[in-house]
């Protein structure tokens, strides 16, 4: 059974760095992109971007490039998305999910609620 | 980047209803639009991929067509279980973008 447990919920303060976690399991987790979407509260999805763990190749929306980073350890099975200094405006919840054929989501994990507040 | 644009926003059904909703592109994206499901609090769910291709355990009552730049999404019989927001998501070139949403409520 394909499963993508991500990381718990985190509070921050504004300004403060984060990483949070999508570890796969499964699958080969080399084989599929990994993406993640934002939800802000009571929002729609937003495509942040995608990371194929087999060789690290990233694409960003061009919303989120230079905002965070996506990255991944092919040897634990986990996909990471990372902020340096984070603002109010990333209060919101992160999903990640494996990619089908293309680029579509099949398998999703069950979030991560990010929540920035001074 | 693409635009995606749902109609309607909000939509009132009856259990037993067929429903429609639309996705339009704001340009040509072949057929590589997929449907999702979310509940609240709940991830979202791959319903339909390739416009109309239906993802594996989805029941048969979801339907999705279309093609270009017009696409639809149909539920031919409402279940009390459909109740949701459904969302489309064009994965024709980057950024991939999705569409602001459908909820669909109870009548």
């Known amino acids: 059974e394909v499963q993508l447990v991500q990381s718990g919920a985190e509070v921050k303060k504004p300004g403060e760095s984060l990483k949070i976690s999508c570890k796969g399991s499964?699958?080969?987790?080399?084989?599929?992109?990994i993406g993640w979407v934002r939800q802000m509260p009571g929002k729609g999805l937003e495509w942040m971007g995608i990371?194929?763990?087999?060789?690290?190749?990233?694409r960003y929306s061009p919303s989120f490039q230079g905002q965070v980073t996506i990255s991944a350890d092919k040897s634990i099975s986990t996909a990471y998305l990372q902020w340096s200094s984070l603002k109010a405006s990333d209060t919101a919840m992160y999903y990640c999910?494996?990619?089908?054929?293309?680029?579509?989501?099949?398998?999703w994990g069950q979030g991560t609620l990010v929540t920035v507040s001074s | 980047d693409i635009q995606m644009t749902q109609s309607p926003s909000t939509l009132s059904a009856s259990v037993g209803d067929r429903v429609t909703i639309t996705c339009r592109a704001s340009?040509?994206?072949?057929?590589?639009l997929a449907w999702y499901q979310q509940k609240p609090g709940k991830a979202p769910k791959l319903l339909i991929y390739k416009a109309s291709s239906l993802e594996s355990g989805v029941p048969s009552r979801f339907s999705g067509s279309g093609s270009g730049t017009e696409f639809t999404l149909t539920i031919s019989s409402l279940q009390p279980d459909d109740f949701a927001t459904y969302y489309c998501?064009?994965?024709?070139?980057?950024?991939?973008?999705f569409g602001q949403g459908t909820r669909l409520e109870i009548k």
């Open positions: 999910a494996t990619a089908k054929d293309q680029w579509e989501l099949q398998y």
């Open positions: 340009q040509s994206i072949s057929s590589w």
């Open positions: 998501q064009q994965y024709n070139s980057y950024p991939i973008t």
């Open positions: 990371i194929y763990p087999g060789d690290s190749d990233t």
């Open positions: 499964g699958y080969s987790f080399t084989s599929y992109w």
